[in-house]
């Protein structure tokens, strides 16, 4: 039966924005339902919006920026970015755990 549930939630993935290790984990975590969630604590709902539209807006701003450097074709300093940032993210997720 869990292998149905699994390969259900895996089937969710389908839908573009879903992540597949994402509807998994929940399933495994059996997290309830976000209406659930979020009636259980109103209190949370402010800062969820907030999180929900900078998420949306920086996403917006990092794939126009990217369209905009594939139209152009310069990958070259795309990849000088990856190589900046790459480390640094790395580095930053060893100081503050």
Known sequence: MDAIVIGLAQSVALIPGISRSGAIGA???QIDTL???LTESSS???PY???LLSSFIASYLALKWFISVMKKGKLLYFSMYCFVV???VILFK???P
């Open 27 to 29: 399933v495994i975590l």
């Open 35 to 37: 209406g659930n969630i």
């Open 44 to 46: 949370m709902l402010l």
């Open 49 to 51: 919006i907030i999180a």
């Open 86 to 88: 790459g480390p640094l």
């Open 94 to 96: 060893y100081i503050f």
